[in-house]
């Protein structure tokens, strides 16, 4: 039992370091941080699914009436690496939970802390998982001399978390948002990009709706930038002799996009068929992948946070590896039906050494996320 | 025939739920807009507006097809989502004939967003709704 209890507790510490993190939903949309909810019951069912895992328990009111909650706590994956297994809980352990109420009227809340009862033993946030730091190294470089977006052979890897939670404006002074992009202060809209009227009108509407209706909790792709926020990171696999980089995703609905280096030309958008990540083309300029993409859909938000844009959009990236541990990515966003003029943005992102990406689809998730 | 007529209505019907399921993110008004206005709430006409924002103003059709009506202005004002759409024809007799409409997109949100006002057809004054496919 002491064991369970210490497992719960280092994984409850990380879950808790992890929260914002891990929402491929919009925890903003989601739950209702103003509030808290106690309940206590026995566990009915566990869902040790991706991409967050959740049990069900049994909850009786004071006049008897019994409910049954759903209780979000993580990331399955994050949760094993911190000692949680698939049968640390079990079904018909009684536990009492502290958590976040979702909005609204669903019995739904993602936990803070789980006691199991009885015994009543608290069970206290462990500190956050702290990433192990990797060696410093010059980026490694393929027999020509490019440098290689991937681990050197023999070597895993994938880049891990970004170093901001959305796209703004470099120019832009210093905007407080949360995890999902929303921001703490909504006169801060007019920093983010230079958007046309219709535009920041929408942006605004997405921002006072808690991003309640962004594509990606539907489980639609990452297009655009977004794709390089994604929970769990990415990874690029180069194939040079088929003249491509595959950007494998690790979070969202687990999907890919193709960068040309064939040296075929960029193409027109009129004559593409749309879609979420458009049509890629790349190519080095010195150790740096340069990739223009144009041929985009207009059904997914190209960002946390929600900004918009149409299918005249055209992006200019630039990928580089300052050193081994480091992707520095700029964006330049060009869409002169949703911007006012072409702008920049950009952000790092960490390596994350001796791992790969794991198995993540948001569908996963469809079953314990209706509406109770 | 009547088997490949029955295989050409699935199709049409499978393509309408793909349809409805794809979300259109960009500006609120492009897209095809469906649904009806009339003087009384027995009196209806069917409408279908294809509107489409090229970056500086909002072009569209009422009605495609043989008699489609070319929209000669679309305003919108961004601050509460209303919209005043304006294009003009000829009724039967040939004589040109003005069409204003005045209403208010609701539900940006979601792609299956409306837009409800008033609507006036030459001398006739109604209501109208249309929902976005």
């Known amino acids: 039992m002491k064991h369970t209890l210490d497992v719960l507790a280092v994984g409850l510490g990380i879950l808790l370091a992890a929260t914002p993190v891990a929402a491929q939903h919009s925890f903003s949309a989601t739950y209702d941080f103003d509030r808290q909810v106690k309940l206590e019951g026995p566990v009915t069912r566990i869902d040790w699914v991706n991409p967050h895992a959740f049990f069900f328990i049994n909850v009786r009111d004071a006049g008897g009436t019994i409910t049954n909650w759903a209780v979000e706590f993580g990331n399955p994956f994050d949760l094993e690496k911190d000692g949680w297994k698939r049968n640390t809980l079990h079904i018909g352990d009684v536990v009492g939970v502290e958590g976040i109420p979702a909005r609204g009227p669903a019995r739904q809340a993602f936990a803070k802390s789980v006691v199991l009862k009885p015994g009543g033993k608290r069970l206290f946030a462990a500190p956050a998982r702290r990433a192990s730091t990797p060696a410093a190294a010059p980026a490694p470089r393929w027999p020509n001399g490019h440098v290689r977006l991937g681990p050197p052979p023999g070597k895993k890897g994938y880049w891990g978390a970004a170093s901001v939670k959305a796209l703004v404006e470099n120019t832009a002074v210093k905007i407080p948002m949360n995890d999902d992009g929303l921001l703490l202060n909504i006169a801060d809209a007019d920093n983010v990009a230079p958007f046309k009227p219709w535009a920041k009108a929408v942006y605004e509407q997405r921002q006072r709706s808690l991003l309640k209706d962004d594509p990606f909790a539907r489980c639609l792709p990452p297009g655009g930038p977004r794709q390089f926020h994604t929970p769990y990171g990415f990874q690029f696999v180069e194939q040079p002799e088929l003249g491509r980089i595959l950007v494998l995703l690790g979070g969202g609905d687990r999907n890919w996009r193709v960068i040309y280096t064939d040296g075929r030309p960029v193409g027109q958008a009129a004559e593409l068929v749309l879609s979420y990540y458009g049509t890629s083309v790349g190519r080095w300029e010195g150790d740096t992948l340069v990739v223009e993409s144009v041929g985009f859909n207009e059904r997914f938000w190209m960002t946390n946070g929600g900004l918009p844009h149409t299918e005249a959009l055209h992006l200019t990236e630039r990928f580089s590896r300052p050193d081994f541990n480091t992707l520095k990515y700029e964006v330049t966003v060009d869409d002169p039906r949703t911007y006012t003029r072409p702008w920049s943005g950009g952000w790092a992102i960490k390596w994350v050494p001796d791992e790969e990406i794991q198995e993540y689809f948001c569908e996963d998730n469809a079953e314990s996320t209706f509406i109770r | ?133």
């Open chain 2, 1 to 133: 025939m009547r088997r490949r007529a029955f295989h050409l209505a699935c199709f049409w019907a499978c393509l309408g739920v793909v349809v409805s399921g794809l979300a259109q993110e960009g500006h609120p008004l492009t897209g095809t807009w469906t649904g009806d206005w009339g003087p009384t709430a027995t009196q209806r006409d069917h409408l279908t507006f294809v509107m489409n924002w090229d970056g500086e103003k909002i072009t569209g059709t009422i009605n495609p097809g043989l008699d489609s009506i070319p929209i000669a202005s679309v305003f919108v004002d961004v601050t509460n989502w209303t919209v005043r759409i304006e294009a003009d024809t000829k009724d039967q007799s040939g004589k040109p004939l003005h069409i204003a409409a005045e209403g208010r997109v609701d539900d940006i949100g979601s792609y299956h967003r409306t837009i409800t006002g008033t609507w006036r057809q030459g001398a006739t004054n109604g209501d109208f709704k249309v929902t976005r496919d």
